[in-house]
Each structure stands twice: as C-alpha cells, then as structure tokens.
C-alpha cells in the first residue's frame, strides 16, 4: 500500500485547510485510514480516523472543526480543517491499517497556521 498526502500550506488562524490522501497499491485489504501529526518537538499524534463502514473518531482537540471523510471509488480520505488554531500546526501523515494488521505511512504533508 502507497499513500500520498497533498494540501498542506500556510493559513492564517481561523482559515481552513483540506488534506488529502490517495492510497494505490493493495489498496482493497485497507480497513481503516487515518490522520495524524506531529509538532516540532512532540510525539506523533492520532487526528482522526476512518474505518470501513465509515465510523469515524477524533482527537478531542479537534472535535467540531475537523471532518474525516473517505471515497471508495477514488481511495482517497480527506480531512476537512475549519477554524485552525496555530496549535493545529504541525506535520500531517496519513496511514492505512489493513485486515491483516499492518500499518503503512505516508509522507507528511506541512500545515502552518499563523496567529
């Protein structure tokens, strides 16, 4: 499994931002899909998370302004960033868990958010 981030950038506080992921490769033993982050100095942490039937899950820090989304068709999972904070900054990584246990990564994608 392949995955490739893209929509990272600088935005000022309280803008919006849209990530997205495409997964190629065995992309059908995908369970779940995910964001994470990590800030300069500070461990990787879970965003939120998308799983096969669409049940979703969120970091509190984010709950109510971001949207985890995924398409079949396209295999892509998107998050949605409304009302960044300049604490959302940090580097965003997406991952796939497959049926079979496994964890793939994808590269960070940057998002800065100025005050």
């Known amino acids: 499994v392949q995955l490739q981030a893209s929509g990272g950038g600088l935005v000022q506080a309280g803008g919006s931002l849209r990530l997205s992921c495409a997964a190629s490769?065995?992309?059908?033993?995908?369970?779940?899909l995910g964001w994470y982050r990590q800030a300069p100095g500070k461990q990787r942490e879970l965003v939120a998370t998308?799983?096969?039937?669409?049940?979703?899950n969120y970091a509190e820090s984010v709950k109510g302004r971001f949207t985890i989304s995924r398409d079949y068709a396209k295999n892509t999972v998107d998050l949605q960033m409304n009302s960044l904070k300049p604490e959302d900054t940090a580097d965003y990584f997406c991952?796939?868990?497959?049926?079979?246990?496994?964890?793939?990564w994808g590269k960070g994608t940057l998002v800065t958010v100025s005050s």
């Open positions: 991952n796939a868990a497959t049926i079979y246990g496994n964890s793939y």
């Open positions: 490769g065995r992309s059908a033993v995908i369970n779940v």
């Open positions: 998308i799983t096969k039937s669409d049940v979703t």
